[in-house]
C-alpha cells in the first residue's frame, strides 16, 4: 500500500505539535508547587490549574504515543531500508551503538514499570 506524502506531512507535523504541547506542560508541571500550596495560592500556569495540567498532559502523551506508533507502521519500509544501508556502509560502528542504546533505553523503561 502507498501512503500519499501529504499523509505522512500531515502525520509529521501533528507529531510536532503534540511534543511542543508536552513540552510545555512538562515545564508547567515542572515550575508547579507541591499540591498543598497549590490549592492555597491559587496557582495556575497559562489559566490552568495543577490537576488540568497533569491531565493535559498525560491524555496527549498517550495520543503521542499512539501517533508514534502509527508513524513506525507508515514508515516501516523507510527504517528498515536505512538500517540496511548503514550496515552495508562504514556507518557499522553508530549503528551498533545506537542500537545498543536504544535497546538499553527499552529495558530500563520495561524495568521501571
Not at 511542543?20 to 492555597?40: D, N, W, Y
Not at 495520543?63 to 523507510?78: C, E, L, P, Q, S
Request: charged content about 15%; some cysteine.
Amino acid at each position: 500500500m502507498r501512503i500519499p506524502k501529504w499523509f505522512r506531512a500531515v502525520l509529521d507535523l501533528t507529531l510536532v505539535v503534540l511534543m511542543v504541547i508536552l513540552f510545555v506542560t512538562g515545564i508547567g508541571l515542572l515550575q508547579a508547587p507541591s499540591g498543598r500550596i497549590t490549592r492555597e495560592t491559587g496557582w495556575t500556569f497559562l489559566g490552568m490549574e495543577r490537576q488540568g495540567l497533569e491531565k493535559l498532559h498525560t491524555l496527549y502523551s498517550y495520543i503521542f504515543t499512539g501517533i508514534v506508533a502509527f508513524h513506525f507502521v507508515v514508515n516501516w519500509r523507510i527504517f528498515i531500508r536505512c538500517a540496511l544501508s548503514s550496515l552495508k556502509t562504514a556507518e557499522k560502528i553508530p549503528f551498533f551503538i545506537g542500537s545498543i542504546v536504544s535497546l538499553a533505553v527499552l529495558v530500563g523503561i520495561i524495568v521501571l514499570i
